[in-house]
């Protein structure tokens, strides 16, 4: 079953230091992996997206996220963090054996301080 | 990014009654729509998967007769809480896509209140 599992409820970081917010994923066919983020009172906005090519890939606002066949994993990542990163990111699938599969895991909760 | 919108934002309806809710993109060709419910500090939980001009594809758990979507053309879909209890009192959030490789964008989701 198509599934993903970000195991932290918060990530706390302080305002300069690089930041990463873990996402790991399970899907019968090829990934498609999408990062968004959440303010409060806001929906969703795309963040970034893996579909195929560079494991690497680089989105909005500076954040990047790598793609880890072997780990099942796609991280989403930032190199010096600002408090107006703070908000609720949620990492998400799309099932390439059934394209109306588009899971999202738990979300996990940034804390930038200043 | 492209953007959709969801209306109403919020709504309060007697038990038994039925909402619609409506799920349009604005700017681009929408050739499926999902729909999501998230409970309070929770993920988002597909509801159904919309594809325009076939029926919709429920999740195991989702009563099809509860929740009706229709997606009748490439920029609008609806979800229509049939008979609604306060128990069906939730957030509901619609996305588009327009394509299966290509990523959803998300509406401002619908408070709905069942009293």
């Known amino acids: 079953a198509q599934s993903v599992a970000q195991p932290e409820d918060q990530v706390n970081v302080a305002e300069g230091n690089p930041l990463t917010v873990k996402c790991t994923y399970s899907?019968?066919?090829?990934?498609?992996l999408f990062w968004y983020v959440q303010y409060p009172n806001r929906g969703l906005q795309f963040l970034l997206k893996y579909i195929t090519g560079d494991n690497l890939v680089k989105g909005s606002y500076g954040f990047e996220a790598e793609f880890n066949k072997s780990q099942t994993s796609f991280h989403l990542k930032k190199p010096s963090a600002l408090v107006s990163d703070s908000a609720l990111y949620f990492c998400?699938?799309?099932?390439?054996?059934?394209?109306?599969?588009?899971?999202f895991g738990s979300g996990t909760k940034l804390n930038v301080k200043p | 990014g492209a953007v959709v919108s969801q209306h109403p934002s919020r709504v309060i309806c007697k038990s038994g009654t039925s909402v619609k809710i409506e799920c349009r993109s604005l700017?681009?060709?929408?050739?499926?729509m999902f729909w999501y419910r998230q409970f309070p500090k929770q993920s988002l939980m597909l509801m159904a998967t919309?594809?325009?001009?076939?029926?919709?594809?429920?999740e195991q758990g989702v009563e099809k007769d509860k929740f009706l979507i229709n997606h009748a053309s490439l920029t609008l879909s609806t979800l229509t809480v049939t008979s609604a209890h306060p128990e069906d009192s939730s957030f509901y959030i619609c996305?588009?896509?327009?394509?299966?490789?290509?990523?959803?964008?998300f509406g401002q989701g619908t408070r709905l209140t069942v009293v």
């Open positions: 919309s594809n325009e001009g076939s029926k919709a594809t429920y």
């Open positions: 998400a699938v799309r099932d390439g054996n059934n394209f109306n599969k588009f899971y």
């Open positions: 700017d681009f060709q929408a050739t499926t």
């Open positions: 996305s588009a896509s327009a394509g299966p490789h290509t990523e959803a964008f």
């Open positions: 899907v019968s066919g090829n990934p498609y």
